[in-house]
Nanobody, 125 residues
Framework: QVHLVESGGGLVQAGGSQRLSCAAS????????MGWFRQAPGKEREFVAA????????YYADSVKGRFTISRDNAKQAVYLQMNSLKPEDTAVYYC??????????????????WGQGTQVTVSS
């Protein structure tokens, strides 16, 4: 288990940008594969993006591909989500998550064992 804290959420106009951060309280951050998920009211939690331990491989949901960028700084024990060209349908609580084991389905929330408390992102039209 690793303690995760997200920050950077807030209100932004459609077409704008926002950067989310997730700080991990661990000295072994490099053993964790990291992901971002989001959950809108009345909807299930959905996969947004993931990044490998070394940051060499990234994955994106089709809905955010080309607009969002996931990155990590292992020296700072942090993972980021740069969100550009935001749309009202991007409104949700955004969570970062960690897992140790490689898995076949990186988009399944059940494969992640540690979660942050979430940060609200609201995109106004």
């Amino acid at each position: 288990q690793v303690h995760l804290v997200e920050s950077g959420g807030g209100l932004v106009q459609a077409g704008g940008s926002q950067r989310l951060s997730c700080a991990a309280s661990t000295r072994t951050f490099t053993i964790y594969h990291m992901g971002w998920f989001r959950q809108a009211p009345g909807k299930e939690r959905e996969f947004v993006a993931a990044i490998s331990r070394s940051a060499g491989v990234t994955y994106y949901a089709d809905s955010v591909k080309g607009r969002f960028t996931i990155s990590r700084d292992n020296a700072k024990q942090a993972v980021y989500l740069q969100m550009n060209s935001l749309k009202p349908e991007d409104t949700a609580v955004y969570y970062c998550a960690a897992r140790e084991r490689p898995v076949s389905n990186i988009a399944n929330p059940e494969n992640y064992h540690s979660w942050g408390q979430g940060t609200q992102v609201t995109v106004s039209s």
